[in-house]
Nanobody, 112 residues
């Protein structure tokens, strides 16, 4: 199982980024995928999820209305579109499969 995140970087407050998580080694189309994040000195927290059934999505309250999770089963990739970003969104963002497998993370920094 491999999960490889990309798309992180530095963005100004109010800006946007799109994260990607390319996957291999498992049946992506029947896997539930999630994004988590971990800020310095804090515990890792749930950000968003997308189920394989009907693409049902869920979001943490802190990102609802600003972030959008999506998936492309043909390309085995899950995305996180982040809009109206805030300094408190600064964290390492991790892709996760079924609550078990993790990527290496991608750094997102939002400047004020």
């Amino acid at each position: 199982v491999q999960l490889v995140e990309s798309g992180g970087g530095l963005v100004q407050s109010g800006g946007s980024l799109r994260l990607s998580c390319a996957t291999s080694g498992f049946t992506f189309s029947t896997s539930n995928m999630r994004w988590y994040r971990q800020a310095p000195g804090k515990e890792r927290e749930f950000v968003a999820s997308i189920a394989w059934i009907a693409g049902i999505t869920g979001y943490a309250g802190s990102v609802k209305g600003r972030f959008t999770i999506s998936r492309d089963n043909d390309n085995r990739t899950v995305y996180l579109q982040m809009n109206a970003m805030k300094p408190e969104d600064t964290a390492v963002y991790y892709c996760n499969r079924d609550g078990v497998y993790w990527g290496q993370g991608t750094q997102v920094t939002v400047s004020s």
